[in-house]
């Protein structure tokens, strides 16, 4: 089991930045760890928006960040960073951090056994 704690969430004005970060605990296979970002707004389904695998080596996004959130892993911390930029109101949803051992290629949304609480994140116009 992986335990995860996201922090970083808050309110921002559209156009603003910030940094959400999840510190992972736990039994960790370090070098076949999936990571990822996903989000949920009111009456929408969880999505996807950034991972990370491979000892940091692999990323992927979603087409709606791309350019804009930058996901990073620092090992040494078993932590994950999430640099949200240019931030707008569609971004607005409580972001959860995921994890998942033994993996080896990106796994999807249903792939990933670990969850953390969720950090709200709200841009206004």
């Known amino acids: 089991q992986v335990q995860l704690v996201e922090s970083g969430g808050g309110s921002v004005q559209a156009g603003g930045s910030l940094r959400l970060s999840c510190a992972a605990s736990g039994y960790i296979t370090h070098h076949h760890l999936c990571m990822g970002w996903f989000r949920q707004a009111p009456g929408k389904e969880r999505e996807e928006v950034a991972g990370?695998?491979?000892?940091?080596?692999?990323?992927r996004y979603a087409d709606s960040v791309k350019g804009r959130f930058t996901i990073t892993q620092d090992n040494a911390k078993n932590t994950v960073y999430l640099q949200m930029n240019s931030l707008k109101p569609e971004d607005t949803a409580i972001y959860y951090c995921?994890?998942?051992?033994?993996?080896?290629?990106?796994?999807?949304?249903?792939?990933?056994?670990?969850w953390g609480q969720g950090t709200q994140v709200t841009v206004s116009s």
């Open positions: 990370i695998w491979s000892g940091g080596g692999a990323t």
């Open positions: 995921a994890a998942v051992n033994y993996c080896y290629t990106w796994p999807g949304k249903s792939g990933f056994s670990n």
